[in-house]
């Protein structure tokens, strides 16, 4: 069975630092693409960053240069490392796969399996 479960989130002062974890389990991961995206209440489910299956990365706008998605496919398959955090990246973030190819896509539709998100919350 398929399984994502996310951790790592939790509330941090504007300027700070948090790591996202993905654990991942029932798939060979290691093949797939994967992604972060994010929900704030009353807002769409938006992309923030995807790595291919060959560990290149894409990233939101938004997200450039304090973001950074990796893949460690011997343990967890998946982090976010979230630097300089703004209270507007206030969200509850997910973890996604789309199982179908190793590269990605921003649309939030094409990926085919889903974590239950871990909540960050940045305060000014």
């Known amino acids: 069975q398929v399984q994502l479960v996310e951790s790592g989130g939790g509330s941090v002062q504007a300027g700070g630092s948090l790591r996202l974890s993905c654990a991942a389990s029932?798939?060979?991961?290691?093949?797939?693409?994967m992604g972060w995206f994010r929900q704030a209440p009353g807002k769409e489910r938006e992309n923030v960053a995807t790595?291919?299956?060959?560990?290149?990365?894409n990233y939101a706008d938004f997200v450039k240069g304090r973001f950074t998605i990796s893949r460690d496919n011997a343990k967890n398959p998946l982090y976010l490392q979230m630097n300089s955090l703004k209270p507007e990246d206030t969200a509850r973030y997910y973890c996604?796969?789309?199982?179908?190819?190793?590269?990605?896509?921003?649309?939030?539709?094409?990926?085919?399996?889903w974590g239950q998100g871990t909540q960050v919350t940045v305060s000014s």
């Open positions: 790595i291919n299956s060959d560990g290149s990365a």
């Open positions: 029932g798939y060979r991961y290691s093949r797939v693409c």
């Open positions: 996604a796969a789309d199982l179908r190819t190793g590269s990605c896509v921003t649309v939030v539709p094409t990926y085919n399996a």
